[in-house]
């Protein structure tokens, strides 16, 4: 994101709203971007423009602490209920600060461990 008010200066952060409409009078769509805001520069309706990043695959992204990897090999594990959970290979694509674009291997609607996954690893190979 760049602000009109600093010029040459970028912002990284991710999109959490996006309004429903364009503006017609001055043709602008408003979303609401989170990101870190240190020495409070950045304030409410200030204008600039903003370049999204969107990947050529489609993904579900989780937390890296979801996946283990073993050589060039990851997985996760997927919640069935009563205690059983079960491995499952995934094919990772883009990494992000904390989380990863998993691509298959996994659907929407899945109960994934999001956090301990290594501790199912260490109980699944005894």
């Known amino acids: 994101m760049t602000l009109n008010a600093y010029p040459g200066e970028t912002w990284k952060g ?63 594990f997927v919640d069935k209920g009563n205690g059983k959970y079960e491995r499952r290979n995934v094919k990772l694509a883009r990494t992000f600060d904390s989380s990863v674009e998993i691509t298959s291997g996994i659907a929407a609607g899945d109960k994934i461990v999001s956090e301990g996954a290594l501790f199912l690893r260490a109980e699944s190979q005894d």
Do not use: C, W, Y
């Open 14 to 76: 991710r999109i959490s709203t996006v309004s429903d409409t364009v503006d017609p009078v001055t043709r602008t769509l408003h979303v609401r971007v989170v990101l870190p805001n240190q020495n409070s520069r950045v304030k409410p309706a200030m204008f600039g423009a903003i370049r999204i990043l969107r990947s050529d695959s489609q993904g579900i992204v989780l937390p890296s602490s979801a996946v283990v990897r073993e050589g060039n090999d990851a997985f996760i």
